[in-house]
């Protein structure tokens, strides 16, 4: 499933057309949005829209540029928010800017612990904003119990493998089909696809094709595009295994069914069994029941007729080969 996973749609980009633009965006095949709140104001702001769409999830948390204006009530506030919504599925933006400075970097330091510890209260994940700043986010997350996701991701190879290290997923956005973007192509190309999530930080960053206009969810396309093209997979691959990272983090509601017959790239593969004699240290049976954004977690090793009634109603011609695996 299509998640944009980093939106802000209640700024004020979207005050004449919001309905419609996530009407657009549901028409390509969204399903969830995350509405990241910046200040204080956007926090209820994001509320309000999780409460009026169902598609709309909120996060709560304030920009680092903001961090100056954070007080104990303002703190406390969005803390109570958090444990009173239930669509409230992570604490963020939170994190470091020391490019811009809007905050100094003592206030932004302070904040940041302050979030990080909420989040492990309330057993939210966080969305972690990160600019000029990568040693000293280092330096305050690594020694903590967190789950969550670095936004936008613009640092090097050695940030990137610390962070995946310590179990984070990254985001990418449409930046990354700017011509200039190397850096940021190579990096997609360095991200385990099942540790990669897709936002498109609307209005800001349209991707290449919109430069110059305001960028929205529906944009999202794009970047399934480039990444396809960059990871070696099919769009439909993107799609699902995002989708299913976006979930998992989130704990956005999804249908979780074992599956036998089903495609990667331009090959069907055939769940046929999950007996294996072996028990290698390296089966990734047992670290996950998915491979590639499907559930193989069989209970128990499908039938003929089974096999056969999975693939009825595939266009079968469109798959170059059929691989007959299992599980394990």
Do not use: W
């Not at 930046?175 to 609307?202: G, H, Q």
């Not at 069907?268 to 069994?273: A, E, G, P, V």
């Amino acid at each position: 499933m299509l998640i944009d996973t980093h939106c802000h749609l209640d700024f004020l980009d979207f005050d004449k057309d919001r309905k419609e633009v996530i009407e657009r965006a549901k028409k390509l095949g969204i399903k969830y949005f995350i509405n990241i709140s910046s200040d204080y104001p956007s926090n209820l702001k994001s509320l309000e829209l999780a409460n009026k769409y169902s598609e709309i999830y909120a996060s709560l948390g304030i920009h680092p540029h903001y961090a100056k204006d954070v007080d104990e009530n303002i703190f406390e506030r969005i803390r109570e928010l958090a444990k009173e919504n239930k669509k409230v599925v992570a604490i963020g933006e939170i994190g470091l800017d020391f490019y811009k400075n809007f905050s100094s970097k003592e206030i932004q330091l302070e904040i940041f612990i302050q979030f990080l510890e909420l989040s492990n209260e309330l057993n939210l994940p966080v969305i972690i904003h990160c600019r000029n700043a990568y040693k000293e986010c280092l330096e305050v997350i690594k020694d903590r119990s967190l789950k969550g996701v670095f936004h936008c991701f613009s640092g090097d190879k050695d940030f990137l493998r610390e962070v995946l290290d310590l179990g984070f997923y990254v985001s990418f956005t449409c930046n990354i089909t700017y011509p200039n973007a190397f850096n940021l192509r190579e990096l997609v190309k360095e991200t385990p696809i099942e540790r990669i999530l897709l936002e498109t930080d609307s209005p800001y960053l349209s991707p290449q094709e919109k430069r110059g206009m305001r960028n929205e969810p529906e944009n999202l396309v794009y970047l399934v595009e480039e990444m396809a093209d960059l990871k070696g997979l099919s769009r439909e691959d993107i799609v699902r295994i995002t989708g299913l990272n976006a979930c998992k983090l989130f704990g956005l509601p999804f249908e979780d069914k074992p599956e036998i017959a089903y495609p990667i790239r331009n090959s069907l593969y055939l769940n046929i069994t999950n007996r294996c004699t072996n028990s290698c240290s390296f089966c990734v049976r047992f670290f996950t029941d998915y491979v590639k954004g499907h559930n193989l977690r069989l209970k128990e090793d499908p039938s003929y007729e089974e096999i056969i009634k999975e693939i009825e109603g595939m266009d079968l011609k469109k798959f170059k080969e059929v691989v007959f695996c299992g599980y394990g």
